[in-house]
Nanobody
Framework: QVHLVESGGGLVQPGGSLRLSCAAS????????MGWYRQAPGEQRELVAS???????NYADSVKGRFTISRDNAKNTVYLQMNSLKPENTAVYYC??????????????WGQGTQVTVSS
């Protein structure tokens, strides 16, 4: 069993900042890519940012320069620092991780989602 638990969402004013965290636990042998996705009402889920085990990052164009993804491999945790938030960033944010378990199986796992609301 593998679980991803997110935290750090909430309500913030435009221009504000939030930091999301996602910790993976369970029968983990290794974690390759980790990432954050978001889904706004009526929209498809989209990639926000991703990071490899070696630290290579990738960002959606709309968040470049404002959001920063990082990870702590020792803690199996990925972070998303979000600055200069805009109302259009309002969405449910989901953590994703590609995990090889101790039973030598590789799967994509998802967190339960955390709501981010940017509003005055």
């Amino acid at each position: 069993q593998v679980h991803l638990v997110e935290s750090g969402g909430g309500l913030v004013q435009p221009g504000g900042s939030l930091r999301l965290s996602c910790a993976a636990s369970g029968s983990i042998f290794s974690i390759s890519a980790m990432g954050w996705y978001r889904q706004a009402p009526g929209e498809q889920r989209e990639l926000v940012a991703s990071i490899t085990s070696g630290g290579r990052t990738n960002y959606a164009d709309s968040v470049k320069g404002r959001f920063t993804i990082s990870r702590d491999n020792a803690k199996n945790t990925v972070y998303l620092q979000m600055n200069s938030l805009k109302p259009e960033n309002t969405a449910v944010y989901y953590c994703n991780a590609r995990i090889e378990t101790t039973s030598v199986r590789v799967n994509d796992y998802w967190g339960q989602g955390t709501q981010v609301t940017v509003s005055s």
